[in-house]
């Protein structure tokens, strides 16, 4: 017997309902792709000190793995989640919170530029999220920034002071693998989340005909995110791997 389609919100979601909600939230392969950013930006300092890359890490982890995803699910609720509203508002009050608890330690006892970059990620995270102005930094181009460029400036500064033309052009492909990622994600949201029905066929050079139907369309993207998801990390972890050792 076959099975029926994949219906789930995403490919990481579980069936809605107590903790597995909060795995949900947590976009699991999407947010350790992003906090391999982190990683790569770290690793291109001169020296690795482990302590503020973990610092940023987590820092990220909770702004971006917590509060930006709460943001996200509070408006809308596109993973189906049956977390109070007052819960999620909490989780991002909470995962604001502590990421700037940690630029604080960061910007008083490392380098004072980590002060500046604390309201840009603050920006981002609530801009972005919660659709101001009207949806415009709810773009792909702000996804690519926020998401994909700004962990890998922040890891290299918290690390070193300053910016390196190195980190910058680190920075800038990171933010074309999310672009990228927005890409491919964007028509499989949209097919997971919207779609109720899909109908057609594509016809072959040799007279032959192949059905189209949703699982057919979303295959090939969300086949490439899952790869991409499990590749970027490895390459991060690669190359903290060689900088430690």
Known sequence: MSEGPDVRPAFYALTPGG???YWSLLHPPYTLWHLSYVAIGAALASTLDVTWWLETTAAFLLAMGVAAH?????DGRPLRTRIPGGVLIGLAV???AGA???GVHGATTGTPWIWALMPIGVFLVVAYNLELAGGWFHSDLWFAIAWGGFPVVVAYVAQTGTLSVAATLAAAGCAAL???QRALSTPVRTLRRHVTG???SISMTDGSTEP?????LRHPPETALRLLSISVPLLAAAMIVAKLV
């Open 19 to 21: 903790w597995r909600d």
């Open 70 to 74: 709460a943001l996200d699910e509070l």
């Open 94 to 96: 909470i995962g604001l």
């Open 100 to 102: 700037l608890a940690i």
């Open 178 to 180: 999310s672009a990228a």
């Open 198 to 200: 899909v109908s057609g």
């Open 212 to 216: 189209i139907d949703a699982d057919m």
